[in-house]
C-alpha cells in the first residue's frame, strides 16, 4: 500500500480496549505499533491488532473523522467495527 491517509482502530481482543488513529502511511505506523516502537497505550495495552482501517482522499479529512469517530460512544465504535469485520481478524496482513 502506498502512502494514502487513514483512520485506524487497533485492539487486543474481541470488543477489548481500542485505540485510534490517523496516518499518512498505515503500513509503516501500524508495523510501529505492533512492534512496540509507539510508546503509550498501544504499548502499554498490547493493541496490536488492526481490527478497523478506513483510507481517505485526504489528510483534513481524515483528521477531521478521527476527530469524530473519537467523541462516539464505545458501542457505536463496536458496530462500526463488526460491520467491516465482524470477526475481529487483524487486518494488517490485507494492507501489505
Known amino acids: 500500500m502506498r502512502k494514502q491517509p487513514a483512520v485506524y482502530i487497533l485492539s ?3 470488543e477489548g480496549s481500542l485505540y485510534i488513529g490517523v496516518t499518512s ?4 505506523r501500524i ?3 505492533k512492534n512496540n516502537f509507539v510508546p503509550g497505550f498501544t504499548q502499554k495495552y498490547n493493541l496490536h491488532k488492526l481490527v478497523y482501517i478506513e483510507l ?3 489528510m483534513e479529512t481524515a483528521i477531521q473523522f478521527e476527530k469524530r469517530l473519537k467523541k462516539w460512544h464505545r458501542k457505536w465504535k463496536l458496530e462500526l467495527i463488526e ?5 475481529w481478524s487483524d487486518l494488517y ?3 501489505i
Open 31 to 33: 508495523w510501529q505499533h
Open 83 to 87: 460491520k467491516k469485520n465482524p470477526e
Open 25 to 28: 502511511n498505515p503500513v509503516q
Open 56 to 58: 481517505f482522499d485526504n
Open 12 to 14: 487486543n481482543k474481541r
Open 93 to 95: 496482513s490485507d494492507i
